[in-house]
DNA sequence: TTTACTGCAAAGGGTTTGCAACATG
DNA sequence: CATGTTGCAAACCCTTTGCAGTAAA
């Protein structure tokens, strides 16, 4: 894991620092995408310049995904790439925390058809999807 | 149309102004969700600080929805409850472009019931999903 | 030992807001 | 005519950036 994360930085002429390993760590300590602040929280040696400049190169480099929500801030979590774990979201319209599910394998298969000739009829190169579930979390409900 | 909206707003205690009636057409004249910069250029009499505000009021009396990407700005687009019409997005990653796509009702059918049993699965209420494709639009591909 | 990285503080930039004049119902 | 709305400019707040010192390879 922070292997792989040490390689893709590599590639890029950029190292891995201790900063960077405690950003990756927070990450993968986490259940679903998290915002900076929730970083800087979890991790009170780490500067807050710091962990916006590592999370864009670790982006560039592929090790993790930006995601955008309603939320005032940006969320991030480690790359597909590297879990082997293709997921989408629950968002709480209520108070707005982000967690991870994966739907079933088929139905994943269905929908990537779908959308793929979906895309062909609008003259559109599909090349993924974002599925979002909205609604409430177990506490808001 | 704009008498849905005039009615959306009165039960708010708000009134359906000439700039409000600009900037709900100009998200009708548009073919998928438009960007504040795109509304002023559409229509240079409106002032930027006023479209946010009635941007922010339209979406609270349930007339617009606020569309987060990737992009600098976010987008808006009329509530799918006044155009009858549920839809999804093509997201170009390379000139961040976002247009309407519908998928067929019975995806869609497939994909909503297959969203609430994995929702009940994880203790979470679902009331909607978005889903959108990314890729390259017919003049980035 | 070279060059990338860190942390601070200051600057950017999309969005929000205070206020006095104005328009709507 | 009472009250919600407008437009300007200033404030806000998340994010980015300049710079001098530090640490990775």
């Given at each position: 894991?922070?292997?792989?994360?040490?390689?893709?930085?590599?590639?890029?002429?950029?190292?891995?620092?201790?900063?960077?390993?405690?950003?990756?760590?927070?990450?993968?300590?986490?259940?679903?995408?998290?915002?900076?602040?929730?970083?800087?929280?979890?991790?009170?040696?780490?500067?807050?310049?710091?962990?916006?400049?590592?999370?864009?190169?670790l982006?560039?480099?592929?090790?993790?995904?930006?995601?955008?929500?309603?939320?005032?801030?940006?969320?991030?979590?480690?790359a597909?790439a590297?879990?082997?774990?293709?997921h989408?979201h629950?968002?709480?319209?209520?108070?707005?925390?982000?967690?991870?599910?994966?739907?079933?394998?088929?139905?994943?298969?269905?929908?990537?058809?779908?959308?793929?000739?979906?895309?062909?009829?609008?003259?559109?190169?599909?090349?993924?999807?974002?599925?979002?579930?909205?609604?409430?979390?177990?506490?808001?409900?």
């Open positions: 894991m922070h292997d792989d994360v040490a390689e893709l930085l590599r590639s890029g002429d950029h190292r891995y620092t201790n900063g960077r390993r405690r950003v990756v760590s927070a990450l993968q300590a986490s259940d679903g995408p998290v915002t900076i602040p929730q970083i800087l929280e979890l991790d009170g040696s780490l500067a807050q310049s710091s962990v916006y400049r590592n999370l864009s190169i982006e560039e480099v592929g090790a993790v995904s930006r995601i955008v929500t309603h939320d005032d801030h940006a969320r991030y979590e480690l597909e590297l879990t082997d774990h293709h989408h629950l968002i709480c319209s209520s108070c707005g925390s982000v967690s991870d599910v994966e739907l079933t394998e088929q139905l994943e298969r269905t929908i990537d058809e779908a959308l793929h000739r979906t895309g062909q009829s609008y003259n559109f190169r599909v090349d993924g999807h974002r599925l979002d579930l909205v609604g409430a979390c177990a506490d808001c409900a």
